[in-house]
């Protein structure tokens, strides 16, 4: 059964770069959308961008000017820079597949908190 | 962006209530509808997709329904490890987005 899992730096300073990584486990990259998904403590969910296997890329147009998301085939791990972080990302960040593109997220990764603080 | 707008915020119920969620799209969605739960400090967990098929391994007193802008969640019969928060999500267009969520807490 495939598993995601979030890693990088817990706390990041105003103005520098969010980096995260998600390690697929168990199942392969290939033809599934890979998502990051966010959630400020206590708020709801937001939806950050995708990408395809093949490299395709959609990003939410609320982050699009701060957001890079890259897949690496061969070490099955998709990765998010969010450029310039304030505040306002502080956030639980998620990973999670999709079968298609106007699909659900299913499975997700347990998630890793980022504080951007200084 | 679609705005989706679940109603209750909060909802107070006991073990065996029969409890529905609505979830309402700014625009028709179809059935590109699916429902999350979520308990605290966990990943949030797929119930059900496209509007009304049931996740596999989900309980079946979990049941969805609705399309267009209308949708609900109804759980028959609510078990002590339902009492969590729920969201609703349209992956009708880019960006998906997430109702803002519903607690079903203890009465």
């Known amino acids: 059964q495939v598993q995601l899992q979030e890693s990088g730096p817990g706390l990041v300073k105003p103005s520098e770069t969010l980096s995260l990584t998600c390690t697929v486990s168990d199942g392969s990259i290939t033809n599934y959308f890979w998502n990051w998904i966010r959630q400020p403590p206590g708020k709801g969910l937001e939806w950050i961008g995708h990408?395809?296997?093949?490299?395709?890329?959609y990003y939410n147009p609320s982050l699009k000017s701060r957001v890079t998301i890259s897949v690496d085939t061969t070490k099955n791990q998709i990765s998010l820079r969010l450029n310039s972080a304030t505040a306002a990302d502080t956030a639980v960040y998620y990973c999670a597949r999709a079968p298609y593109i106007a699909a659900w997220f299913d499975p997700w990764g347990q998630g890793t908190l980022v504080t951007v603080s200084s | 962006d679609i705005q989706m707008t679940q109603s209750p915020s909060t909802l107070s119920a006991s073990v065996g209530d029969r409890v529905t969620i609505t979830c309402r799209a700014s625009?028709?969605?179809?059935?590109?509808l699916n429902w999350y739960q979520q308990d605290p400090g966990k990943a949030p967990k797929l119930l059900i997709y496209s509007a009304s098929s049931l996740q596999s391994g989900v309980p079946s007193r979990f049941s969805g329904s609705g399309s267009g802008t209308d949708f609900t969640l109804t759980i028959s019969s609510l078990q002590p490890e339902d009492f969590s928060t729920y969201y609703c999500?349209?992956?009708?267009?880019?960006?998906?987005?997430f109702g803002q969520g519903t607690k079903v807490e203890v009465k």
């Open positions: 625009q028709s969605i179809s059935t590109y």
């Open positions: 999500q349209q992956s009708y267009t880019t960006p998906q987005t």
């Open positions: 990408i395809y296997h093949s490299g395709s890329t």
